[in-house]
């Protein structure tokens, strides 16, 4: 058997592509790759039985002990944690880390959009009238993501990004603006990971989901959507009302892999040429919360 094509990211800061480091790449390949496997992926992802076991374990004290060894293999840099690493109680607490604040700058000029978290990022400049392509050969439908509120981003501008294990797992509002709805959407646990998606499940829109669309200062309308994945024991959003401000924290992803989607309205904003360059290519670029991610045309 052939080795498996390893994933590669474009790291922004200094431009260089590494490959990425996949927890449990065996199991996630055996269940989407292995055409005997149908019967697990229906177990392991579309009930959430699974997930929410692996969840209140990682809630419990006795996963203490996987904090060090996690923060080890993945190089997680612990003078970014506002708190210290044995003040963690449970390997979530560690998971939903906050970070101090000089760990994320960011631009407050207005007309910047900020990456809403830290990860892999996809950048689509324009939609396919509703449709987009993160793996060649599989489109993806922002109208099966967010039925019934989809219609005013036909032909708008959508930035996915992706979370793993070792990113800070908090995710912020990428500009000012006023909460106007929100709606949780049942379904899914597929993982979100490249594998995953190049092997045909609906990711996007079977997913277990959370969409808030945002009135913004100026970018128009934004809709900002949180999707669960394996392993993912809940999404846990803090802010679900009233006036938001840029990098002010919307919420968490418990342990697991998850995936952040912002979906802009046509002509309303421009991404960062380097995120549409990579992406353009197939390449993912990691990005942390706080960097630019695109900015308000006119």
């Known amino acids: 058997m052939s080795k498996p094509a390893p994933i590669y990211v474009i790291d922004r800061k200094t431009g260089e592509q590494f490959e990425e480091a996949v927890l449990g790449e065996k199991w996630i390949r055996w269940a989407y790759q292995n055409s005997n496997s149908s019967f697990l992926e229906k177990i392991l992802f579309r009930s959430s039985f699974i997930s929410k076991l692996m969840g209140a374990w990682y809630s419990s004290p006795l996963s203490k002990g996987k904090i060090a060894p996690t923060i080890a293999e993945l190089s997680i840099d612990e003078s970014e944690f506002l708190d210290s690493t044995d003040s963690y109680a449970t390997f979530n607490d560690f998971f939903i880390r906050h970070l101090k604040d000089d760990a994320r700058p960011y631009s407050d000029k207005a007309e910047d959009i900020v990456s809403p978290a830290d990860g892999r990022t996809l950048v689509f400049p324009k939609l396919d009238e509703n449709t987009f392509v993160p793996v060649k050969g599989f489109p993806f439908s922002i109208k099966t993501m967010l039925p019934g509120v989809y219609e005013r981003f036909t032909n708008g501008a959508l930035a996915i990004v992706r979370l793993c294990p070792a990113d800070y797992h908090r995710y912020h509002f990428p500009c000012a603006g006023t909460i106007t709805d ?56 803090t802010k679900t009302n009233g006036t938001v401000a840029k990098m002010e924290e919307k919420g968490y992803f418990k342990f697991g892999g998850s995936t952040v989607v912002v979906v802009f309205e046509p002509g309303k904003i421009e991404f960062s040429e380097d995120l549409v360059k990579n992406s353009a290519a197939g390449k993912e670029t990691l990005l942390k919360v706080g960097e630019t991610l695109a900015r308000v045309v006119g």
Do not use: Q
């Not at 969409?211 to 999404?235: D, H, K, L, P």
């Open 182 to 237: 929100t709606r949780d959407i049942e379904g899914a646990l597929h993982s979100v990971n490249p594998i995953a998606l190049g092997a045909g499940p609906d990711v996007f829109g079977d997913n277990k989901r959370t969409y808030t669309m945002i009135e913004t200062e100026n970018a128009g309308t934004m809709c900002f959507i949180e999707v669960g994945a394996f392993g993912v024991g809940s999404i846990v959003n």
